[in-house]
């Protein structure tokens, strides 16, 4: 009878040790997770989802916790806009040369990717994961707006949307200072550029006006001033 209990009692023990270390049960599906430990720091082996995992470090209180990140592509929609001041013949703000470009980015990591993230310290939790995508998916929506705007300055028939991905994905070839992402949807969703050729008509008919009006201020200063012959 003691040695039935005493293997009860040990039976129970185990289930509870092999309980508190059983990192995968703790983790909802479309996630992962990495231990921080006070002991051994962080571990390299990630908590995911249908992968069996155990660690020691939780049967010490206090020792460990696990941080868990969402594992799901991150969806957002970017608006860039902007205008170059310019103004019509009649010296008055006109819209000519302002611009928009509206993006629907997706950007997908790998639980490695996170794992170097949180140890390089650009993450901490979930909300550092989702500002540091969010400031990711702004820089790439500059960067590319920056070229469609200078292919547009070069070419007036310049269609962004004529532009290949390959080609736009070398223009914003520096988004890899946010290492670790994959662009998974880079679309272009709308888009107004300025209208260079407009502007330039305009300020070529300002230049040209405002040439007229000197001449003819002079032509009048001329006719208006008498010679030393005349007086």
Known sequence: MKAKLTFFILLIFSGFIFYVGWTQIKIKPNSCGIVQSKIKGTSE?????????????FLIPTNAKLITFEMIPFNTNKSISGNFQSYDVNGTYCDYLNY????SISISYTPEALLNLYKENFISN?????????????????MASNYYLKRSSEDSSFNPQAVKRDELMAA???????????IVI?????????????YNK????????????????????SSNTLTEEEL
Do not use: C
């Open 186 to 198: 880079f679309s272009l969703t709308d888009f107004k550029l300025p209208n260079y050729n407009l």
């Open 100 to 103: 928009y470009f509206n993006y």
């Open 45 to 57: 082996e990630l908590v995911i989802p249908g992968n069996y995992s155990w660690h020691w470090d």
């Open 126 to 142: 979930n909300e550092d994961l989702n500002a540091y995508l969010s400031n990711a998916a702004d820089y790439m929506a500059q």
């Open 172 to 182: 914003i070839s520096s988004y890899r200072d946010f290492p670790y992402l994959d």
């Open 202 to 221: 305009q300020k070529y008919q300002l230049d040209f006006n405002a040439k007229n009006e000197s001449t003819t201020i002079n032509s009048d200063i």
